[in-house]
């Protein structure tokens, strides 16, 4: 695919070289720059249609003292930190001195599909700019923001594939003014909200309730942070990816993380090393894409709720309460149990109450005894809302591939906003193109797949990554498709499981209803601002 190379004037060119590693292509990094400038930029990224390098000249490089700055270039000192983590990293084999040296990467024009390539690994620091915040009416050189894939391009099917994905955006960009005023007519404005909370919170409610029209190849921005360690897996799994858009963006990745830490990332493209470690990788899932393809040729999807609890132990609170208690003790873990099978449920009761003590928001967590239990969920639900809770990478989430198979949502708002009809033929027409790519691009055809299609997911967790997500994920801002989600998993934890002591320690989980979702958070965000 040919980028879209942005424009600078020979000044703003001046100003950004010292700080960019480059300023045409779509990846780059951050140089030469205070690390809260960073994570300010990067905090603004995810709410903005702006690239960073724009952002930066923007909003940031009025406020940085730049006067020394004049002669910096992007490799000065590499030369002598190459020398020293060469000697510690070849000589010595160790590791974790990758773990030492951070990267603030920008990776922009990249699919929804990509997205959740670039955001699998645990220990690293991603923010994605948002369909809540972000229209996708806005076109990039001309164009809709999706990614075109070179080869369905260059086949017979490349003028439909273009043909169809510019409608998903016009049915998009045209639906987008009625269901803001129909939010205006259904949710008037209260008085004492400013004209800008209130534009924000109706604003955000149209784009919640369109997200779903928007297909997979849909445009993003990733901000990432990570170390070279975290990086040279990331790549690793990339250059192994059936999909031929991550392979590609492997490679202007490394290109300019060597710009920054080249040491960390010798062995990425070595045959006997990086390149042994992909192989690795796409075989294994090569061979079980064939195993599983045998055994369940034959078999549909069974019905099943949205959310199941697949898995979970029966005596989770006991051994929960004797992990809570065992760091205040002097006797075998054991021993401990034993004494808390003992116990009467007021005695029970108050260990937990101890324990998790008085919790003021949902900030205030307990500590590491809850990770003594956990729990196995089996979700179907739209991609829009497991994108959400993809981003939770202290759990184990794995997910199945994006189609048509599970059918879509239809939010509740497009029916009441009579745009129920440009929905269905939205939806009708990305199943449609996905069918036809699928025979002779299986990998790429998920492209086609609108975000509202529902996608099969299975969350691993225990109860102190629960209390966290399902907590944060029902707050009254968040989207109504994963609050459902978190709810269920909730109530299923209560009473599938029998668990209502641990249950009961989330007591930030919100199951309340509300019209316009981002209105609260708004209020509190104008507040912040003003100092009200």
């Given amino acids: 695919m040919r980028y879209i190379a942005e424009s600078f004037t020979e000044e703003e060119a001046e100003v950004l070289r010292p700080y960019f590693t480059n300023l045409d292509q779509p990846v780059f990094a951050l140089v030469n720059l205070p690390e809260v400038v960073k994570g300010a ?14 952002l930066f000249l923007d909003e940031f490089v009025g406020d940085l003292d730049t ?3 004049s002669t910096i270039d992007a490799t000065v000192g590499l030369k002598r930190a190459e020398d020293l983590y060469q000697r510690v990293f070849f000589e010595y084999g160790d590791d974790s001195v990758a773990q030492l040296g951070g990267v603030h990467l920008a990776c922009e024009q990249a699919s929804n599909l990509l ?16 369909t809540r915040y972000i229209p996708y009416d806005h076109r990039l050189g001309g164009r809709y923001r999706y990614y075109r894939d070179p080869d369905i391009l260059s086949s017979a099917l490349g003028t439909r594939y273009v043909g169809d994905l510019d409608r998903l955006f016009d049915i998009y960009a045209e639906a987008l003014a009625v269901m803001e005023e129909w939010a205006r007519a259904t949710y008037p404005k209260n008085p004492s909200d400013s004209d800008f909370v209130y534009r924000q919170s109706v604003k955000a409610k149209a784009l919640d309730a369109l997200r779903g029209i928007l297909p997979a190849a849909s445009l993003s921005n990733v901000g990432i942070y990570g170390t070279g360690q975290g ?12 999909l031929p858009e991550a392979r590609q963006y492997a490679d202007m990745m490394l290109t300019e993380l060597r710009k920054v830490i080249p040491s960390f990332l010798a062995r990425v493209d070595r045959p006997d090393r990086g390149g042994a470690w992909s192989a690795y990788l796409s075989e294994t899932r090569a061979a079980m ?61 108050a260990v937990v109450r101890a324990y998790v003590g008085e919790r003021a928001n949902r900030r205030h967590k307990p500590g590491r005894a809850l990770e003594r239990v956990g729990y196995r969920f089996d979700v179907l639900s739209d991609y829009g809302a497991f994108r959400d809770l993809q981003r939770h990478r202290m759990l184990t989430i794995e997910w199945q591939p994006l189609s048509p198979i599970h059918g ?56 102190r990554e629960a209390m966290h997500m399902l907590e944060l994920r029902t707050t009254p801002q968040g989207h109504p498709d994963y609050r459902a989600v978190c709810q269920e998993m909730h109530r299923l934890i209560a009473t599938q499981a029998g668990h209502p002591l641990v249950a009961e320690m989330m007591r930030f989980v919100d199951y309340g209803t509300y019209e316009l979702e981002r209105l609260d958070a708004e209020r509190r965000a104008e507040a912040r601002r003003t100092g009200a």
Avoid: C
Avoid at 115 to 130: D, F, H, I, N, P
């Fill in 41 to 54: 930029l990067f905090a603004r990224y995810s709410r903005t249609h702006k690239s960073l390098r724009r």
């Fill in 67 to 69: 006067s020394g700055d």
């Fill in 115 to 130: 997205t959740k390539v670039l955001e699998w690994g645990r220990l690293m620091a991603y923010l994605e700019q948002s």
């Fill in 231 to 242: 990086y040279e897996a990331l790549l690793l799994r990339m250059r192994a990816s059936s």
């Fill in 289 to 349: 894409e064939e195993v599983a393809g045998k055994l369940f040729a034959a078999d549909d999807p069974e019905p099943r709720p949205a959310v199941t609890l697949v898995d979970f132990d029966p005596d989770a609170e006991d051994k929960l309460l004797a992990a809570m208690l065992y760091p205040y003790t002097e006797l075998p873990e054991d021993q401990v149990l034993a004494k808390v099978r003992t116990l009467s449920g007021a005695e029970r009761a």
């Fill in 408 to 463: 879509y949502t239809v939010p509740v708002a497009v029916e009441h906003a009579g745009l129920a009809d440009r929905y269905h033929d939205a939806m009708e027409r990305s199943a449609s193109l996905y069918d036809a790519l699928a025979v002779r691009f299986p990998v790429q055809a998920p492209y086609a797949v609108s975000l509202a299609y529902r996608v099969r997911y299975a969350i691993q967790l225990n109860a």
